[in-house]
């Protein structure tokens, strides 16, 4: 998660883009407790890869989630934008025994069995147009034997979507070590694919483990889209979103949304599809489909397909926006 999140600016101009909540909480967090529930089993610990420039306020946030899942938090620094390959062997010294490798900026919901007795199950998907991903090719056994990054002609429709897992990591950490010192580059970049083509070579088993949902951050529109889906998400699982000391005043709250703490709402229709964070007042305004931070004050506003940083002031008949921290549009 070193990576500063240009597309998403300028929410991540303030905080790492794995940090921007969703539904309430940081997508690092969401997306760490769902690979816990798919794993079933206790977790010694979460390795976080940053870029140092994040700061330690960041670095004791990630500590605290990995924490609160009952494990050691450990930061590790990727300072040069080097490939996935290079960022997974910064973090070497955590590379033993199984583990899981996750990409930080999506989220997801899966329910299947982690095949423990393969040497590697890497997550995928299902999607429409396979030629824009990276896909996986399976044989007659179910078993994956090829990549395939963009392809041109038809190999599969399942795309692989950041998520692995290794049972013993450090066999993948000796195939990175290979690639890092005979320099093989693709794009400029190590990558974890060239490090997992030399353990197909050696015929390790690789299998598929197929999500149910993939959900990106990538960008305002995306990742808004993503709040939207996760609220519907935890509302059908009967999980409580809105905290017990809002202040309704001639308001209403259309679920699913998520309202935190401190909040009031004055002359004011909120949702459906809106996260609200700690701490903000929205009076005389229409919200649907957004994503509000904290500390954050509304008024006069039509509110949809918006994203508010947090220490924002907004007023006016604007629609579609995206500010970020401490911006006052009045």
Request: aromatic share 6%.
């Amino acid at each position: 998660m070193a990576g500063r999140g240009s597309r998403l600016r300028p929410h991540t101009l303030t905080i790492p883009k794995p940090l921007i909540p969703i539904a309430g909480k940081p997508i690092v967090h969401r997306l760490v407790e769902d690979i816990a529930g798919v794993l079933g089993q206790e977790i010694e610990e979460i390795a976080f890869i940053i870029h140092e420039s994040f700061g330690k306020k960041v670095e004791e946030d990630l500590i605290a989630i990995a924490e609160k899942l009952g494990s050691r938090g450990t930061i590790y620094y990727q300072n040069e934008a080097l490939g996935t390959g290079h960022a997974i062997m910064c973090a070497k010294d955590s590379l033993n025994g199984p583990a899981v490798i996750a990409y930080a900026d999506t989220l997801i919901r899966a329910d299947f069995d982690l095949d423990q007795s393969a040497d590697s199950v890497i997550w995928v998907k299902q999607v429409d147009q396979p030629e824009a991903f990276g896909v996986i090719n399976l044989n007659a056994s179910n078993e994956i034997v090829e990549l395939v990054e963009k392809p041109k002609e038809f190999v599969s429709d399942l795309a692989v979507i950041g998520i692995y897992y290794f049972k013993d990591v450090a066999v993948l950490k000796n195939e990175l070590q290979y690639v890092l010192d005979n320099n093989i580059i693709h794009g400029g970049e190590y990558q974890i694919n060239d490090g997992i083509k030399q353990m197909m070579a050696k015929g390790m088993k690789f299998v598929p483990g197929e999500v149910d949902a993939w959900m990106d951050c990538g960008n305002k529109d995306v990742t808004v889209e993503t709040n939207s889906r996760m609220l519907e998400f935890l509302h059908n699982d009967g999980e409580h979103l809105i905290d017990y000391d809002v202040v309704l005043d001639n308001s209403t709250i259309v679920p699913p949304c998520y309202i935190g703490k401190n909040v009031i709402l004055v002359n004011s229709t909120v949702g459906p599809n809106v996260s609200i964070g700690d701490d903000c007042r929205v009076t005389d305004s229409q919200i649907t489909n957004s994503l509000i931070q904290t500390h954050t004050h509304i008024k006069n506003a039509k509110l949809d397909n918006a994203m508010i940083g947090n220490h924002a002031k907004f007023d006016g008949a604007f629609k579609s926006i995206s500010i970020g921290d401490y911006s006052v549009l009045e």
